[in-house]
Nanobody, 116 residues
Framework: QVQLVESGGGLVQPGGSLRLSCAAS????????MSWYRQAPGKERELVAR????????NYADSVKARFTISRDNAKNTVYLQMNSLKPEDTAVYYC?????????WGQGTQVTVSS
């Protein structure tokens, strides 16, 4: 079955960096685009970044452009989100998502807290 497992979240000071990872299994990872979403308390879940395969085309939410980088390693079935210059408003639970045959599959999420 499809499984997505996020890791790498934590507490970081403003201006700091974190790298999130999402390990995928149960499907042909290299065939599908992968996305990162986030959900802050009291807010709707929003798209942060997306990367296609095999071309690796990327797109980002305006709020994270030039600070976050999405990448993937198809040999490791893993997608990453490098987050730099973190701000308190980046605090949220971060989820990776795969869309397969019209169905969305989500990981359990990893908490990112940006606070001094």
């Amino acid at each position: 079955q499809v499984q997505l497992v996020e890791s790498g979240g934590g507490l970081v000071q403003p201006g700091g960096s974190l790298r999130l990872s999402c390990a995928a299994s149960g499907f042909t990872f290299s065939t599908y685009a992968m996305s990162w979403y986030r959900q802050a308390p009291g807010k709707e879940r929003e798209l942060v970044a997306r990367i296609t395969s095999p071309t690796g085309a990327r797109n980002y939410a305006d709020s994270v452009k030039a600070r976050f980088t999405i990448s993937r390693d198809n040999a490791k079935n893993t997608v990453y989100l490098q987050m730099n210059s973190l701000k308190p408003e980046d605090t949220a639970v971060y989820y990776c998502k795969a869309r397969l045959f019209g169905d969305d599959y989500w990981g359990q999420g990893t908490q990112v807290t940006v606070s001094s």
